[in-house]
C-alpha cells in the first residue's frame, strides 16, 4: 500500500500563489505516475495536473494551464503543484493521487487510473 499526503493549502487573495506538496509513504519503490485533482463544492472531482515517473511529461488541464506547474523530487517520494495566478474558481479541495506504472513515461488523466489518493488540503481563493 502506498499512502499519500498532502500540505500546504490555505486562504489566499486572488493572484496571489500557493505551493502544495504530496508526500508518499510506504510501498514507494518502482516507478509511479503522479496526479492532482481537485473538487470544488458540488462539482465532481476533476483533474488538474499528472506528471510521469521520469518527469519529462507533464499534462494539465486547459483551466490552470500556463498557472499551475506539476514537478516532482523522487528521492523524497514527494510531488509538487506550483499554483500562480489563482482565482476564486481554484476554490476547492486538492487530492494528489499515484498509480504504478510499468514504465516511466506513463501519464494519466483520468480519476479511475489512479489507485491511491489522498485525503485532500482546502485551497480557498477570495475575491
Known amino acids: 500500500q502506498v499512502q499519500l499526503v498532502e500540505s500546504g493549502g490555505g486562504l489566499v487573495q486572488a493572484e496571489d500563489s500557493l505551493r502544495l506538496s504530496c508526500a508518499a509513504s510506504?510501498?514507494?519503490?518502482?516507478?509511479?505516475?503522479r496526479g492532482w485533482f481537485r473538487q470544488a463544492p458540488g462539482k465532481e472531482r476533476e483533474f488538474v495536473a499528472a506528471i510521469s515517473w521520469s518527469g519529462e511529461r507533464t499534462d494539465y488541464a486547459d483551466a490552470v494551464k500556463g498557472r499551475f506547474t506539476i514537478s516532482r523530487d523522487n528521492a523524497k517520494s514527494t510531488v509538487y503543484l506550483q499554483m500562480n495566478s489563482l482565482t476564486p474558481a481554484d476554490t476547492a479541495v486538492y487530492y494528489c493521487?499515484?498509480?504504478?506504472?510499468?514504465?516511466?513515461?506513463?501519464?494519466?488523466?483520468?480519476?479511475?487510473?489512479?489507485?491511491?489518493w489522498g485525503q485532500g488540503t482546502q485551497v480557498t481563493v477570495s475575491s
Open positions: 493521487a499515484a498509480s504504478r506504472v510499468p514504465t516511466s513515461q506513463f501519464v494519466f488523466t483520468t480519476r479511475s487510473d489512479y489507485s491511491y
Open positions: 510506504g510501498r514507494t519503490f518502482g516507478t509511479y505516475v
